[in-house]
DNA sequence: AAAAGTTACGTTTTACGTAAAGATT
DNA sequence: AATCTTTACGTAAAACGTAACTTTT
């Protein structure tokens, strides 16, 4: 099952409307139509009652559009995590300090800044490896300002 | 982002090697190869660092990861869920009863059945339907023998 | 007649495999 | 030389749109 389908099912489902749902799609009826007609192929069954003037969710159906919903929301979170990822948004700070002088003025202040923008930063997944994004260090080199976090409009947008 | 991304993206990512993974999946590596280049052309960078003779993840790699797994079991499920309800294991048991005496010898001992063969049934998810489902009523026809519940096998497989 | 969904059919897009090339050990 | 990934390119499959058809109001 490919998400484009899932994508099509649920939009008749929501919408109860091949016609409605191909407009919010931005796709002919006919397209829709041989979309979920994959699908119903792909589950072995109707997941549409069509009556006449009314489109109804067989109880197949029912079951389908909770776990196409849930599932369509995840693909969407995935890509979202690994754009923000690619954009910096997402990942582990590391810093050092030689004086604390020279930092309690700026860091904490970059430090703060960042977390009102990002609240949810600690999320659930794997601790990130950095194999590729360089650490800039401040021990090593006390006069580079640390590296500002966030903020970035992340490219690649449909 | 389509399924098909996500899972030449997870093999690779699994096996660490774009052969064993065209193996995996039976395809070969050149359209694999484009796959997993559609999936960085849509994150917006990189998600493997393709030092020679090894393939790690990066970070962005590791996020996709985390949530690509996710996502691909949710969509086995949801095709899951719908082919079960159309194979009728998957609903609610609607029964009615008029003699005990007629009942508790095999209506008993065929709902022990499921619940041994379907320990999960209980899930979450809307209350089906059953709109399209006819229900035999034992109460209405008591002679009728009460239908017999899963165990069989689901069409449409690959 | 109007509206809704489906079917028929030709076109465009996407995915794939074979073969060759580039890179690395 | 051998292995691994990528590129080039022709072919097959999938998706799409236009238009005609069927059914229902």
Chains 1, 2 share one sequence.
Do not use: N
């Amino acid at each position: 099952m490919e998400l484009r389908r899932l994508r099509s099912f649920a939009a008749v489902a929501e919408e109860r409307h091949f016609g409605r749902a191909a407009a919010r799609l931005q796709v002919t009826r006919s397209a829709l139509s041989a979309q979920v007609q994959g699908v119903e192929r792909e589950v072995g069954g109707p997941v549409f009652a069509r009556t006449s003037r009314r489109v109804e969710l067989t109880c197949a159906g029912e079951l389908l559009l909770v776990e196409a919903r849930r599932t369509l929301a995840l693909a969407d979170r995935a890509l979202s995590v690994a754009r923000q990822s690619v954009s910096g948004e997402v990942g582990a700070v590391r810093t050092g300090f030689l004086g604390v002088a020279l930092l309690e003025d700026v860091l904490t202040a970059d430090l703060r800044s960042f977390h009102r923008s990002h609240p949810r930063h600690g999320r659930p997944g794997p601790a990130p490896s950095f194999q590729d994004a360089p650490v800039e260090r401040h021990a090593a080199r006390p006069r580079t300002r640390h590296r500002r976090v966030g903020g970035g409009d992340r490219p690649g947008g449909p």
